[in-house]
């Protein structure tokens, strides 16, 4: 048992059984492949292989029986906020279309689509594109009582729509290349396969991770020395540009925990931003029981915004998500109540705007096409992108 296993509570059996046919099917494919597979691959596989991946097998991810809490988990407050925003954002449209990439529990689109009914726009249809058929399940029942106002997608719509795109935590689950610099060079950081066990192991050069590093240096207008290691994700500007086909005009919303490119591939961050997060214990070891531990790595922000502005859209808004709910709740005091005799609403506020907790590490990203709207509520640091 490795160092990190002793530290965390034991997998039940079928659990580990599920973790163990994952991990099978993982070395089987870089056996094939010759010994080595690109950690952007594991992690694909970690996370979303059919029936075995995180994302894809039946295990709990949200709330005190899963990994992890995210933040309508915590309070309300959230998606009121989010849906003072979209509903500045859809003011102009007709019969708008919300679209949430992984809606997690479904407690956010409840919130959501509530604040918005509050305001009279019952028209407003959602629509979810959830790659999790158990987390399709749980949000079906969560959302029961809105009726055919959402439905579900199999995968991006082929028309484009009026309205918004709204994506809480899902940038950090693109699956990213790890690399490191030896000789001023980038090589790629991936996976081998022995005696059952992963590996970290350094693989040949790649031709678009050596562009794509190459890049980013120049961008910081600076090399990055040699030991230095991180990771990047080669699927943002294709998958930004898939977005963007999605929406005719309309608006593009990301929250998640990042950084700034300059923040991200900070000197002293030597080692990447990856983590994993298994029974509500944050840990660094991406091999640990595949399937079952949730495998992320911090945005770069920077990039997002680089690959909208590539893929045709604005850059709107970009700010923390304290400075983004401390903002919409001065300016819409009404709408945002909170219960100050509620422990519970005060202690998932605090929690949502404090900077040693989600305040700072979460940032809001704010994307248009096609579209005019007032600023995203928040101090504006575009200008750190």
Not at 48 to 71: E, M, N, Q
Not at 84 to 90: I, P, W
Not at 97 to 107: D, N, Q, W
Not at 227 to 251: D, H, K, T
Request: glycine share 8%.
């Amino acid at each position: 048992m490795s160092s990190v296993a002793a530290q965390l509570p034991a997998p039940s059996t079928d659990a580990l059984q599920l973790s163990n046919a994952l991990a099978t099917r993982i070395c089987a494919e870089i056996q094939l492949a010759g010994g080595w597979m690109d950690f952007s691959r594991y992690m694909q596989l970690a996370l979303y292989a059919p029936g075995l991946g995180y994302y894809s097998a039946g295990s709990a991810k949200f709330g005190a029986t899963g990994d992890f809490v995210t933040a309508p988990e915590l309070s309300s407050v959230f998606g009121r906020a989010l849906a003072t925003t979209l509903h500045s954002e859809l003011a102009g449209i007709v019969a708008p279309t919300i679209l949430e990439l992984g809606a997690g529990s479904g407690k956010l689109a409840a919130q959501i689509l509530d604040a918005l009914a509050e305001r009279g726009r019952n028209e407003v249809a959602y629509r979810i594109l959830e790659p999790s058929a158990d987390l399709r399940e749980r949000q079906s029942r969560a959302l029961q009582r809105f009726g055919d106002r959402v439905t579900w997608l199999e995968r991006l719509p082929d028309t484009p729509t009026d309205g918004a795109v709204l994506a809480n935590e899902v940038v950090d689950a693109l699956p990213v290349s790890r690399f490191s610099k030896r000789g001023g060079k980038a090589y790629p950081l991936g996976v081998s396969c022995r005696s059952g066990r992963f590996h970290w192991q350094e693989g040949p050069q790649l031709e678009s991770l050596s562009v794509a590093v190459e890049e980013l240096e120049n961008k910081l207008d600076a090399k990055l020395p040699d030991g230095y290691a991180s990771e990047i994700c080669l699927l943002l500007p294709a998958w930004m540009q898939e977005l963007a086909a999605v929406l005719r005009r309309g608006s593009l919303i990301f929250v998640d925990y990042g950084l700034a490119r300059r923040d991200y591939y900070h000197e002293q961050r030597t080692d990447g931003t990856l983590i994993c997060h298994y029974r509500h214990r944050a840990h660094a070891d991406p091999f640990l029981y595949p399937g079952l531990t949730d495998v992320s790595a911090w945005v770069d922000f920077s990039a997002c915004a680089d690959a909208g502005v590539a893929a045709g859209l604005n850059v709107a808004g970009f700010t923390t998500q304290a400075q983004f709910l401390l903002g919409t709740l001065a300016a819409h005091p009404p709408q945002l109540a909170i219960d100050a005799k509620s422990i519970r609403d005060l202690s998932g506020l605090k929690t949502l705007v404090l900077p040693g907790e989600m305040g700072e590490r979460f940032k809001v990203l704010l994307l248009r096409k096609n579209l005019d709207a007032v600023p995203l509520p928040g101090r504006d640091f575009r200008d750190r992108l």
